[in-house]
Structure formats: structure tokens, C-alpha cells
């Protein structure tokens, strides 16, 4: 069931009044059956892999907290979630790259093995994701067992998070998963609102976006010079469709008086790609910050590998040594986790390549700001960062869109042998044809001006949103009244698109 759908607002409109309607006490269950409901619509066969992701986790979790209490060893406890692990991420591992390793085995060793053509749940490397740190928290002690195991179902399964993430921290959103909450219009507006900006973002400057990288990517011998054009604008389609969805997501949340935390800080606003990884899917890195970059760091081969490199290049370097190899491991999991194909290893390693060198590159670069008496504050110094910044996000595109690592480098090549930027209005944008082309890239232009007009409001400490919620409810509803006529008038027309992350 799509996000953009009408089915799926109805879908929302029938679970938020019956979930007012009942007892508080029984919200929850509400909550259960309608995230399964809503997983079930995509494939109902499908619901055995997210049954399986929560028996696992669930038993996993109560088993090792049971023996810790009865004083078993901390070996037992350490095997019970290595074999939680691998049953867990090992069923991801085989869905969603089995086929893969089988056809680069074929490559290497010219072989005929058949690959199981599994059709991909729907957001299996969220739910997966989410339900093995719950089970690493419990064996930390970070948190309890849950007993019930159906309020455990309904964390790893709450229907507005389960296709796109943000991937949630169990302390965080279990608790208001099952506590009662009562209708509260302040919260129903700030839903609504939230929703409302998410669709405009996604219908208008993403899809509008889509249009032209679509048809760029889809024939690049006839699109060959506007190849970097194609780079900003799958950038904005990205930002505005991902952040979009995440909009949507969490204002459904707040219809029901359920605070997730936000998964989008202004990114394209990043001074460095460690700062811009800290405001892009910052469910994902923090998710892989607690629980794989953390325990590579400080686990006892790296500190041993530590111990060697500070004795063999000095005490400086070999200290940032081993953080640029755990930066390394941890973005080539970033890498393939968003797919299984080469050109998305190759764009886990580039981030981790680029975090890495800064780390060892620190030292310098601070040595000749001093020499060149660059504070670092000074707004042309802001602004290079900026700039900096953003140019390196953006190449990266190169292997996010590309359908192969091939194609990937193939965009990198004609980027530096062919421009012709008038070639864009060569590009049929909706039922209007080229003729709307320049039309359709001034709405793109104009919806980022309001994007970033928002986003350095927000970053300068304003509150948009609550500003809002002050104002008298008919100005309110005058407001969201005009976005949605914006989102008719200026939406694209061409056929609904679903959201760019739902396939992970």
C-alpha cells in the first residue's frame, strides 16, 4: 500500500479513530493489528519473515536475560545472542544477498548455480535491523526483556516505521507504543501538518525531480551532457523524497501521540561528511555507530591493532589509524545494506574512504589552518565547507542511482568528456512534453528555495512548527488548505511514484 495512495489515508483516518475509540488500555492492540494488516497488503506471504525476525529476537532476548539472572556464564549469554545474530541478519543475508554472492561466484568460477529468486519483503533491512538492536540492548543491559511477546511484536512491526525506518531505539518508542493516549487536537495538527509537508516535498520537488533523472539515467548516450545536472538533481529527488516519507511518517506518529525522533537534520547544511552522516538517515548511523562502529573500536583485536600502530607510526597517527579502519568496516555495511550489487559497495566504501582520510588527514589540516590563521569561523570559511561539502555528497550519486557499478562509472566518464546543459529541455516533463520542461525545473527550483529556506530557519534555532500550531485554526487550516491546492496544481501529473526507500 503505497504512502502516496488514497487507500493508504483512509487506511490511516480508519486506524487513528478506532485507536481514539477505544480504551486506552487496548490502543495498542489496535496498533498490532493494524501494522499487520498494513504489512499484509503488500504480501501477505511475506509476513512470515518478520514473524520470524520477532520470534527470534523475542526468545533471544528473554533467553539471555533468564540466564544472566540465574548466574550463568557470560560465555552462555554471549553464545545465546551470537546464535540470535546469525539467525537474524543471516535470514536478511540470504533474502537479500544470496542471489548476488551466487552470481559473482558464477563470474569467478564460470559456474551454473541457480539463485533462489526470493521476492524482497518490504522493509526487511529496517525491520531486521531494529529488532537486533533491541537484542543487543537487552544482552548490555541497556534494556529489559519484554515478556509479552505481542507489545514485542507491535515495536518491531508499528506500521507507520516498518517500510522506511527511522530505524527506533526500543528504550525510546516501546514505551509510548503501549501507554494509553488520550485525543489531543494540538497533536492531530501537528500530524496533519507534518504529513501535508512530507507530500508536498515528495509530490511536488521530488517527483517533478524524478521526471528528468529518470529519463537521463534511462538513456545516457542521448542525455550524454548533462550528466552532472543529473547528479544535483537525484540529489534533490533523494533528500525531498526520503525526508518527505519521513515527514509523513512521523506525522502519522503524531496523530497518535507517538514522538519518534527525527531522521533528517538539514544534511545538504553539513560541513564535513562525518557532520553530514550525523544529519542523513541518523536512525542508520546511529543504529551502526552503537552497534557496529562501537564494538569494532573497542574490541580487543582493535586494541591490540591500536598498540601496533602507535608504536609503529607514533602515538598521533596510530591513534586515528584504527578509527579510520573502523569508519571503513562500518560504511561498507552502510554500502551494502542499501542493496546488493557493486555499485553500492562501491558507495559505502568512497563515504568510508573520504571519513577515513579526514581522520588521518586531522592533524594537517589543522596545522595549516594555523598557518594560514583560519579560525574556522569566518562565514567565507563556513561557506567553503558548505560548498566542499555538498560537491562530495553529490558525486556519490554516481553509485546510488546507477542500476550497476558499470553504468556508475560510465556517468563518471561523460561527466569529463561531454556538457551540454541545453540538452535538458530536450526532456518530456509530464503530459506537457518538452514544451513544460522549463516550467517543471522552476517549480524544482522553487520548491528548493522553500526547502532551504525552512531548513536555515530551522538551523538558526527557529521553531516553524510550533509557530504554527499558535496560530487562530481558521489561519491554520487556510495554510494546510493552500499546500494541498499547491500539491494539485504544482504536483507532477505523471503516474505515482512510491517512495525511493520503501525497496530497502
Not at 549469554?77 to 544477498?97: E, F, S, T
Not at 509537508?197 to 520537488?205: L, N, V
Request: proline content about 3%; aromatic content about 16%.
Amino acid at each position: 500500500m503505497s504512502l502516496v495512495s488514497n487507500l493508504f489515508l483512509l487506511f490511516i483516518l480508519a486506524a487513528v479513530v478506532l485507536y481514539y475509540l477505544v480504551p486506552g488500555r487496548f490502543q495498542w492492540v489496535v496498533l498490532l493489528v493494524f501494522s499487520y494488516l498494513y504489512y499484509m497488503t503488500g504480501n501477505a506471504k511475506c509476513v512470515v519473515y518478520i514473524l520470524f525476525s520477532t520470534i527470534v529476537t523475542y526468545a533471544a532476548a528473554l533467553l539471555i536475560e533468564r540466564s544472566r539472572e540465574k548466574g550463568a556464564a557470560a560465555g552462555k549469554q554471549k553464545a545465546m545472542v551470537i546464535i540470535g545474530i546469525l539467525l537474524n541478519l543471516g535470514m536478511l543475508g540470504v533474502v537479500k544477498y544470496a542471489d548476488f554472492v551466487i552470481e559473482n561466484l558464477n563470474l569467478l568460477f564460470r559456474s551454473n548455480l541457480k539463485g533462489f529468486n526470493i521476492l524482497l519483503p518490504l522493509g526487511i533491512s529496517f525491520f531486521t535491523f531494529q529488532s537486533t538492536g533491541y537484542m543487543l540492548d537487552v544482552y548490555w543491559k541497556k534494556a529489559k526483556a519484554e515478556k509479552n511477546f505481542f507489545r514485542y511484536a507491535l515495536f518491531v512491526s508499528f506500521f507507520p516505521q516498518l517500510m522506511q525506518g527511522p530505524i527506533s531505539n526500543y528504550r525510546r518508542l516501546a514505551p509510548q507504543l503501549t501507554e494509553s493516549h488520550s485525543f489531543d487536537w494540538h497533536n492531530i495538527s501537528f500530524g496533519v501538518q507534518r504529513m501535508i509537508w512530507g507530500f508536498a516535498k515528495k509530490m511536488i520537488i521530488a517527483d517533478w525531480a524524478a521526471v528528468f533523472v529518470d529519463a537521463i539515467w534511462g538513456d545516457l548516450d542521448r542525455y550524454n551532457g548533462i550528466t552532472l545536472f543529473a547528479l544535483v538533481l537525484y540529489g534533490i529527488q533523494l533528500y525531498a523524497d526520503f525526508s518527505g516519507a519521513m515527514d509523513v511518517v512521523l506525522g502519522i506518529s503524531n496523530l497518535l501521540g507517538i514522538r519518534i525522533e527525527e531522521n533528517f537534520r538539514r544534511p545538504y547544511l553539513a560541513t564535513s561528511m562525518a557532520d553530514f552522516w550525523k544529519r542523513w538517515h541518523v536512525s542508520l548511523g546511529s543504529w551502526m555507530m552503537n552497534y557496529v562502529f562501537y564494538p569494532i573500536s573497542l574490541s580487543k583485536w582493535m586494541m591490540k591493532f591500536s598498540k601496533w600502530t602507535k608504536a609503529k607510526f607514533g602515538r598521533v597517527t596510530g591513534r586515528v589509524i584504527p578509527i579510520a579502519l573502523a569508519d571503513l568496516i562500518t560504511f561498507f555495511l552502510v554500502g551494502i545494506w542499501h542493496g546488493a550489487s557493486w555499485n553500492y559497495v562501491v558507495y559505502g566504501l568512497v563515504n568510508g574512504i573520504i571519513i577515513a582520510f579526514s581522520e588521518l588527514m586531522g592533524p594537517t589540516y589543522r596545522n595549516w589552518k594555523k598557518a594560514l590563521h583560519i579560525s574556522g569561523k569566518e562565514p567565507w570559511y563556513y561557506g567553503f565547507t558548505l560548498v566542499r561539502t555538498f560537491i562530495l555528497v553529490i558525486l556519490r550519486y554516481y553509485f546510488v542511482r546507477s542500476v550497476t557499478l558499470t553504468q556508475g562509472l560510465y556517468m563518471v566518464k561523460l561527466s569529463f568528456t561531454h556538457f551540454d546543459l541545453s540538452q535538458i529541455l530536450d526532456i518530456p516533463a509530464g503530459s506537457g512534453g518538452t514544451a513544460f520542461a522549463p516550467w517543471a525545473l522552476l517549480i524544482i527550483a522553487a520548491g528548493c528555495i522553500v526547502m532551504i529556506t525552512v531548513g536555515i530557519f530551522q538551523e538558526k534555532g527557529y521553531h516553524i512548527r510550533e509557530s504554527l500550531s499558535k496560530l487562530p485554526v481558521p489561519v491554520t487550516a487556510a495554510i494546510y488548505l493552500v499546500l494541498l491546492v499547491l500539491i494539485g496544481v504544482f504536483g507532477t501529473k505523471a503516474s505515482p511514484r512510491g517512495f525511493i526507500y520503501a525497496q530497502f
